[in-house]
T-cell receptor, first 114, second 112 residues
Framework: KAGVTQTPRYLIKTRGQQVTLSCSPISGHRSVSWYQQTPGQGLQFLFEYFSETQRNKGNFPGRFSGRQFSNSRSEMNVSTLELGDSALYLC?????????????FGPGTRLTVT | TQLLEQSPQFLSIQEGENLTVYCNSSSVFSSLQWYRQEPGEGPVLLVTVVTGGEVKKLKRLTFQFGDARKDSSLHITAAQPGDTGLYLCAGDRGSTLGRLYFGRGTQLTVWP
């Protein structure tokens, strides 16, 4: 099975712009989670989608949004970018059902805001 | 405030040494997972522990889940440079379906 893919791998944007990141989960996985990773804060949970519905949400401002499509692919959007949004954005997929919620991560998108 | 506290935050050792990384919480978890992340990559799942007191071994790595399911440890025997990476623990509370709670990680560097 192919792993989780994320596009693009690297992105440079300027303050005030918006950005859309894409994630394709492992085939058959219905849950997609998004995380922001920075050296100071570690892995911060953004949100989780299951079968096109947002099931969980972290403590991020409304500038961060996401969606999931019927084929389980997911996108996240950040509007009005700030310098502090520079981070590695990780997507993880899991089957979404069952006793163990093991996650499989993509390589991430490195976002730099200048 | 992190639900899971990992210690130490940084660990720098020589090849061949043993080490233990701790993951502690005041909350109970239905399962706990350990991941390893290398630079420029996403975390990779190493193991999941489910039962209180459970011990799992993965070659030179030994994982233990506390009896009360509030803490876990990772012990590496005879560390090698290839063990270098960021070790993350993550807990599933069971009550919040679909969400994992991650610790901040332990950055391990093993020098040859």
């Amino acid at each position: 099975k192919a792993g989780v893919t994320q596009t693009p791998r690297y992105l440079i944007k300027t303050r005030g712009q918006q950005v859309t990141l894409s994630c394709s989960p492992i085939s058959g996985h219905r849950s997609v989670s998004w995380y922001q990773q920075t050296p100071g804060q570690g892995l911060q949970f953004l949100f989780e989608y299951f079968s096109e519905t947002q099931r969980n949400k972290g403590n991020f401002p409304g500038r961060f949004s996401g969606r999931q499509f019927s084929n389980s692919r997911s996108e996240m959007n950040v509007s009005t970018l700030e310098l502090g949004d520079s981070a590695l954005y990780l997507c993880a997929s899991s089957p979404g059902q069952g006793a163990l919620h093991e996650q499989y991560f993509g390589p991430g998108t490195r976002l730099t805001v200048t | 405030t992190q639900l899971l506290e990992q210690s130490p935050q940084f660990l720098s050792i020589q090849e061949g040494e043993n080490l233990t990384v701790y993951c502690n919480s005041s909350s109970v978890f239905s399962s706990l997972q350990w991941y390893r992340q290398e630079p420029g990559e996403g975390p990779v799942l190493l193991v999941t522990v489910v039962t209180g007191g459970e011990v799992k071994k993965l070659k030179r790595l030994t994982f233990q889940f506390g009896d009360a399911r509030k803490d876990s440890s990772l012990h590496i025997t005879a560390a090698q440079p290839g063990d270098t990476g960021l070790y993350l623990c993550a807990g599933d509370r069971g009550s919040t379906l679909g969400r994992l709670y991650f610790g901040r990680g332990t950055q391990l560097t093993v020098w040859p």
